[in-house]
């Protein structure tokens, strides 16, 4: 059975079950579900505890040993396991294959698990937890979701915000969950329950904000100037390399470029977005933001992208940032102003 830590209440309520996985990339959303079982567990008397962490050289044998060994003092138990690195390795592979084969009597066991791979999760031991247990996905809250997810933490502290309110929250604390977690947490202290305005949010939080330059590519495809904008501003801020970044925005050109070139050939969509790397997110904007361009516009964004490629190496004269802008603003669409221009570049009203 698998869930993501959002319906994990729910299940809860609806008893425990003996074996539960937790893995994903939100690290605060998996120490909310790992603290809800454990909750849950003491709640239903489970008051016997004990937590084993794989490190180098951690001996498997301990797992099963702990599985058969309860307490003279207690009748049940929850046994955590931490895997921080994700990889059991052939000896632990087979032990969790055994272990779950054959699960102790009287005991919840918690296995937590970092983000893995699309083969990992495939994986034989893990598929043997899938199926004596419950597997809880920690998935990272995307842009679209994080407006929704605040407003809800909010409404746990009683208070709401407006629409401009929340944007401007969202725009404050995107890619970086535990700190805006913290933020929210903030508000509490600061204001009474009920309705909070802008400039009293304004006042009390700060800019906690992360960029991912892999992240780069969503902003473009949705046409989002103002986030792009702010999403350079910030990597720039926190000294990421301009070659990465231009890697990141000329492999959406030519993600685009051989997306459009071969639809206009006839073939399918999803064959096409494969064979470009465009996965997740971007794979749900690449049909709309490819009917923006024709093939010379995005021949002439990578001359562009050539040119950038000059100026970092030293080789040409230019503002490398303010060209990185222009190249970004040139892949949101036409409409957009990519003349050249010395002065610095605000973001887009």
């Not at 909310?32 to 079982?37: H, L, P, V």
């Not at 940032?321 to 973001?347: F, K, T």
Request: hydrophobic share 45%; charged share 25%.
């Amino acid at each position: 059975m698998r869930i993501d830590t959002e319906q994990l209440a729910q299940h809860l309520g609806r008893g425990l079950k003996p074996l539960y996985t937790i893995h994903g990339e939100e690290i605060l959303l998996a120490l909310e579900a790992s603290d809800r079982i454990r909750r849950r567990c003491h709640e239903a008397g489970y008051s016997e505890r004990e937590v084993l962490s794989v490190e180098s050289g951690f001996d498997w044998s301990q797992l099963a040993f702990s599985g058969n060994s309860l307490s003279l003092f207690a009748t049940r138990r929850l046994l955590e396991l931490r895997i921080p690195g994700g990889k059991p390795g052939n000896d632990g592979a087979e032990a969790l294959r055994s272990y779950a084969a054959d699960l102790p009597p009287d005991t919840v066991t918690l296995i937590s698990l970092p983000k893995l791979e699309r083969s990992q999760q495939s994986s034989g031991w893990f598929e043997a937890l899938d199926a004596a247990g419950v597997v809880i996905a920690a998935n990272s809250v995307t842009l679209a979701r994080l407006p929704r997810w605040i407003a809800s933490r909010l409404a746990l502290q009683d208070q709401q915000v407006d629409e401009p309110t929340l944007e401007f929250l969202v725009s404050r604390v995107e890619g970086n969950l535990l700190a805006a977690h913290q933020e929210v947490q903030k508000l509490a202290l600061l204001f009474p329950r009920g309705k909070l305005d802008l400039e009293q949010v304004k006042d009390a939080v700060l800019d906690v904000a992360r960029y991912d330059v892999f992240k780069l590519g969503e902003a473009l495809l949705a046409a989002d100037a103002p986030r792009f904008v702010r999403m350079l501003n910030g990597l720039r801020g926190e000294g990421v390399a301009p070659p990465l970044v231009l890697w990141a925005l000329a492999e959406e050109a030519r993600a685009l470029l051989h997306v459009g070139r071969g639809l206009a050939a006839g073939r399918a969509l999803q064959q096409l977005m494969r064979e470009a790397r465009v996965w997740g997110g971007r794979a749900e904007l690449m049909p709309t933001s490819v009917r923006r361009f024709t093939s010379r516009d995005l021949e002439d964004t990578l001359l562009h992208a050539a040119r950038v490629d000059r100026m970092i190496k030293g080789l040409s004269r230019g503002d490398v940032w303010d060209e990185l802008l222009q190249l970004g603003l040139r892949l949101i669409g036409p409409s957009h102003d990519v003349r050249p221009n010395r002065g610095r570049i605000s973001a887009p009203s």
